[in-house]
């Protein structure tokens, strides 16, 4: 346990907090895009931010609860994003599509 | 004594890991309330998401490492990950946002909508030559 020797431990708790104070207010602009965005593509990309803040949250709270257990849970996360926005993507492209009739 | 500087020169990388990482995705979400437009806004997400979500990731793993003494490969292949993925789906969210007629702000000419046009040309012609 270094960090209890050092000192640094409360300045690291303090930081991680502030940072996920910042983390919140991030997400809250990206819902603000989330309702508002002109088309879906917009809140496609929006979507896509929020997965990846919702990443950062997750290691940010194995620091703030001194726990490694959370280090499953940024993977999951990160393959799960993965695939939803290839999902929306696919799906925005195949309704053009099926409108043109290209073949 | 060297063990203790190692320890405290760790722990200030971490900090400033933390705190890079978070800067960069307040500014990228900052950046697609903003920005104008659709291609625009995935610049700002991709680059600065990918970006603040490594730092942070980084900054954790060396607190893992400083704690506990444990090597966390899954916070390396996380990171990896999203390096990886995130190009893949900004580019299928903007080709998806052009075939639905997604114009870019303040430009005058589309190539890559005058290069579909010549190459359904190209096939249209070449059905007929058949």
């Known amino acids: ?103 | 004594m060297i063990q203790k500087t190692i320890d405290i020169i760790l722990d200030v990388f971490v900090i400033i890991f933390l705190a890079g990482g978070t800067f960069a995705i307040f500014t990228a979400s900052v950046g697609i309330l903003r920005f104008p437009d659709i291609y625009t806004r995935l610049h700002a997400a991709s680059k600065g998401s990918t970006l603040g979500v490594t730092g942070i990731l980084i900054g954790a793993f060396i607190f893992h490492y400083t704690q506990y003494g444990i090597v966390s490969g899954k916070l390396i292949l996380g990171f990896l990950f999203i390096m990886l993925t995130a190009p893949v789906a900004s580019h299928l969210i903007s080709r998806a946002a052009h075939l639905r007629g997604a114009k870019p702000y303040g430009t005058l000419k589309d190539q890559y909508q005058e290069a579909i046009d010549a190459e359904k040309r190209r096939q249209k012609q070449q059905q007929k030559s058949k």
């Not at chain 1, 993965?82 to 999902?87: K, L, Y």
């Open chain 1, 1 to 103: 346990m270094s960090l209890s020797e050092s000192g640094f431990a409360t300045i690291i708790q303090n930081v991680s907090i502030i940072c996920l104070i910042a983390l919140s207010v991030s997400i809250l602009l990206l819902i603000i895009r989330v309702m508002r965005g002109p088309t879906n593509a917009d809140r496609a990309v929006a979507l896509d931010a929020i997965g990846v803040n919702i990443m950062a949250f997750a290691a940010l709270l194995a620091i703030i609860l001194i726990t490694p257990n959370f280090n499953d849970i940024v993977l999951l996360i990160g393959i799960l994003l993965f695939i939803g926005t290839v999902a929306i993507a696919i799906y925005l492209e195949k309704g053009d599509l099926i409108d043109t009739e290209d073949d």
